[in-house]
């Protein structure tokens, strides 16, 4: 059995791997291309309509699927093994529409309206909300972005950064500030000609979640998009996604170096590398990365799937687990390039993208240090 199946339950988690295999797959076979280029893999995202993935997490009352969060951690480690930044976009939409699902944020004609479409039409949603000069919205920082009241809605100026799908989005949520109100609010606005992008996303790694910035000059939406319910805490479990998609690149490297390991014969030596010793320790310590990850990861999923009354208490473990996971990709796909050696600097091998990928892992919610601080929290809170 391979190591990334060792998670499937049933037979009806292996058929829908399986289908997450094929299209992995054919990730793979472009992921370099859309990597050097920096281009959006629109064909990676038909694919997934195709395969009626966009629906995956739309409640069964609109036609969805309402997969678990096992399952979708189980889905998206699978779809990263073939292109992390496809996985990672797609993640964004799967999980958001979880969150949706188990926070009942949306008003409900709403949210009804936005699950038709997906399942009828495979349109994707996602919430752009960071901004340059006020960063990351789980720091606290209050958006620029502005929505005006007028014209029996609102108005809204402003330019968000990190606008992951933002190429193949016809409706977004948007957080801005409402000078009238002194207040945040979150607009769900459809792509208009007050809404253009452009193209900034040039990184070192995932590049290809056409994350570019999304300007918007004047954009109106109606009164009744306006998004101002909290909804119920639900412990943010569907971020899960996140380290689900940096252990699916780290498991690639994993396998290649597998590969490579068992194949590699250097004149001098009468057997693959393989059977070094010095390799076989290196394999060592990818493994306890990796199994601890995944361990991890696959019960804070279990947990917050079986314990839906006290989701909230979870965020200490849901966040070690994207912590031990983002951290521990680095380190496995740093092992495997030890083991393949130079040759894995070269662009014709994935390693390399692998080893740049993995690094964005550290800039996506919650940050090492949010974690930490909230592991400190939850010990020092305990009663002696």
């Not at 720091?139 to 108005?155: C, F, M």
């Not at 402003?158 to 193949?168: C, D, E, N």
């Not at 394999?283 to 799937?305: C, M, N």
């Not at 996971?325 to 390693?351: C, Y």
Request: net charge negative; charged share 25%.
């Amino acid at each position: 059995m391979r190591a990334i199946d060792q998670y499937i339950r049933n037979e009806a988690e292996k058929a829908r791997a399986e289908q997450a295999d094929a299209l992995a797959a054919r990730f793979a076979e472009r992921a370099a291309r859309h990597d050097r280029e920096g281009s959006f893999p629109f064909e990676n995202f038909d694919d997934l309509r195709e395969a009626g993935f966009m629906k995956l997490t739309v409640p069964r009352t609109f036609g969805g699927d309402e997969i678990s969060l096992y399952e979708l951690v189980l889905l998206q480690e699978r779809l990263a093994y073939g292109d992390g930044s496809t996985a990672l976009g797609f993640g964004w939409h799967i999980g958001q529409l979880l969150h949706l699902r188990t926070a009942r944020k949306w008003p409900e004609a709403l949210f009804a309206g936005l699950c038709r479409a997906i399942v009828q039409e495979g349109v994707m949603i996602n919430t752009f909300a960071s901004e340059a000069k006020s960063g990351s919205p789980s720091r606290g920082g209050k958006p620029e972005t502005t929505a005006i009241a007028a014209d029996g809605g609102w108005r809204i100026t402003g330019r968000k950064t990190f606008s992951t799908l933002s190429p193949v989005l016809d409706r977004f949520v948007v957080s801005a500030y409402l000078p009238e109100e002194d207040a945040t609010a979150e607009f769900l606005v459809r792509q208009s000609d007050r809404v253009s992008i452009e193209e900034t996303w040039d990184t070192i790694g995932m590049r290809g979640t056409g994350s570019h910035d999304v300007v918007l000059d004047g954009a109106w939406t109606a009164s009744d998009m306006r998004l101002s319910g909290k909804g119920e805490d639900d412990g943010g479990g569907w971020l899960l996604h996140i380290p689900a998609c940096y252990l699916g690149v780290a498991l690639a490297a994993r396998d290649f170096a597998l590969d490579y390991a068992r194949s590699y014969r250097p004149n001098h030596l009468g057997e693959p590398i393989a059977a070094l010793p010095a390799v076989r320790q290196t394999f060592g310590e990818i493994e306890v990365e990796l199994r601890t990850a995944r361990t991890l990861l696959y019960t804070a999923a279990s947990r917050w799937d079986r314990e839906t009354e006290s989701r909230p208490s979870l965020k200490p473990e849901l966040g070690l687990a994207k912590y031990v996971a983002t951290n521990g990709a680095i380190r496995i796909v740093d092992l495997a390039m030890r083991i393949v050696g130079g040759a894995s600097l070269s662009r014709r091998l994935p390693l390399e993208r692998y080893y740049r990928d993995v690094r964005a892992g550290l800039h996506n919610p919650p940050m090492d240090n949010t974690v930490l601080q909230m592991l400190a929290a939850a010990a020092l809170e305990e009663q002696a």
